[in-house]
Nanobody
């Protein structure tokens, strides 16, 4: 059964760090670009970061550039999101998703075939 499971969310103070993981089972991620999205209460889901299938290309939303780092370990079928210098506005449910292509081409939800269930990140003092 194909499944994506996010983990690593939690409560952190402003300026703190978290590392999210997205582990896939039932299929291999090696051939697909992967993205992280987030959705805050009352807001639309937004793309945060994308990484190509090889890991050689990444991109980031302007709001997280310089603070977040996406990476992947294809041998472990896992994608990561290292989040540093967290801000109050980073509070959201974070989702990983499998792009239907091997390269990043934006964050249109219709281009993503599989989604995880989400992990809550709360930044609060």
């Amino acid at each position: 059964q194909l499944q994506l499971v996010e983990s690593g969310g939690g409560l952190v103070q402003p300026g703190g760090s978290l590392r999210l993981s997205c582990a896939a089972s039932g299929f291999t991620l090696n051939y697909y670009a992967m993205s992280w999205f987030r959705q805050a209460p009352g807001k639309e889901r937004e793309g945060v970061s994308c990484i190509s299938s090889s890991g050689g290309s990444t991109n980031y939303a302007d709001s997280v550039k310089g603070r977040f780092t996406i990476s992947r370990d294809n041998a472990k079928n896992t994608v990561f999101l290292q989040m540093n210098s967290l801000k109050l506005e980073d509070t959201a449910v974070y989702y990983c998703a499998v792009h239907r292509r091997f390269y990043c081409s934006g964050y249109r939800p219709r281009e993503y075939d599989y989604w995880g269930q989400g992990t809550q990140v709360t930044v609060s003092s």
